[in-house]
């Protein structure tokens, strides 16, 4: 279950970048750089679960991804 819980944040967090860019160009230019400015500065979720060694609990690699978005 929780794999497929995993696959469906990675789905829903790349719909949610679609989306929020495809919003944001309405805003003026200054919002928009200091938007992108910000974005630059976080690091994305990484989904794949094949970084993690191999006894890690697929609770924690899903906390982690959580965490990363947030």
Same mark, same amino acid.
């Given at each position: 279950?929780?794999?497929?819980?995993? /696959?469906?944040?990675?789905?829903?967090? /790349? +719909?949610?970048?679609?989306?929020?860019? #495809?919003?944001?160009?309405?805003? *003026?230019?200054? +919002?928009?750089?200091?938007?992108?400015? +910000?974005? @630059?500065?976080?690091? *994305?979720?990484? /989904?794949?679960?094949?970084?993690? *060694? *191999?006894?890690? @609990?697929?609770?924690?690699?899903?906390?982690?991804? +959580?965490?990363?978005? #947030?």
């Amino acid at each position: 279950m929780l794999a497929s819980e995993l /696959f469906e944040l990675k789905n829903l967090w /790349f +719909v949610y970048n679609k989306k929020i860019n #495809g919003l944001l160009m309405i805003l *003026p230019a200054e +919002v928009l750089n200091r938007y992108d400015m +910000v974005v @630059k500065s976080l690091n *994305p979720p990484v /989904f794949d679960v094949h970084k993690y *060694p *191999p006894e890690t @609990k697929f609770e924690d690699i899903f906390d982690e991804c +959580v965490y990363k978005m #947030g």
